[in-house]
């Protein structure tokens, strides 16, 4: 199983938001260049996590986008859930098994998965890249998700 790259480049976005809060609105293209992502990738990536109603924009000279909440509000469940919806491993619903003695492993797989996403938010992976970046002694550090 492998997490698709909306999810990380999305997740990377987010905490680049989050990192960049008391900035405003922050323009795309300086994230986007920060974080080595396609403008145009990121764009679909922003607009899907507006929809939601995770970040806002602002067009105009002071525009660009910004967390729609606060960081420690919005968890990596909330920005996988935009991309992804719920975290279901496997729909055991139309596999017509009812003695089957793996629904159970499939289960608990997608429960244990949601209860890591969920204890997760934006403001801890935050925290988290400002105390790698402050252990950089050189440069932008990026914190590959």
């Known amino acids: 199983m492998k997490l698709s790259t909306k999810i990380r480049y999305g997740t990377r976005f987010m905490i680049e938001l989050a990192l960049r ?5 922050v323009l795309l ?3 986007a260049r920060g974080q080595k ?11 899907s996590l507006k929809a939601a109603g995770l970040v806002n924009s602002h067009r105009g000279v002071n525009g660009g986008f910004a967390l729609a ?6 968890s990596v469940k909330d920005i996988v859930s935009v991309f992804e ?3 279901q ?11 089957c003695v793996t629904s159970d ?4 797989a997608s429960e244990s998965i949601d209860r890591v996403f969920s204890s997760y938010t934006l403001s801890d992976l935050a925290d988290k890249a400002e105390r790698m970046r402050a252990q950089m002694s050189q440069g932008y550090a990026s914190f590959g998700v």
């Not at 809060?21 to 609105?25: L, V, Y």
């Not at 909440?69 to 919005?74: E, L």
């Not at 492993?105 to 608990?108: D, K, L, N, Q």
């Open 29 to 31: 293209g300086d994230i």
């Open 89 to 99: 491993l496997v729909d055991c619903s139309g596999c017509g098994q009812e003695d």
């Open 85 to 87: 919806g719920a975290i």
């Open 105 to 108: 492993v499939w289960r608990e």
């Open 69 to 74: 909440r606060d960081a420690s509000n919005i």
């Open 21 to 25: 809060r008391s900035d405003g609105f």
């Open 37 to 47: 992502i396609s403008e145009k990738y990121l764009w679909q990536l922003a607009s």
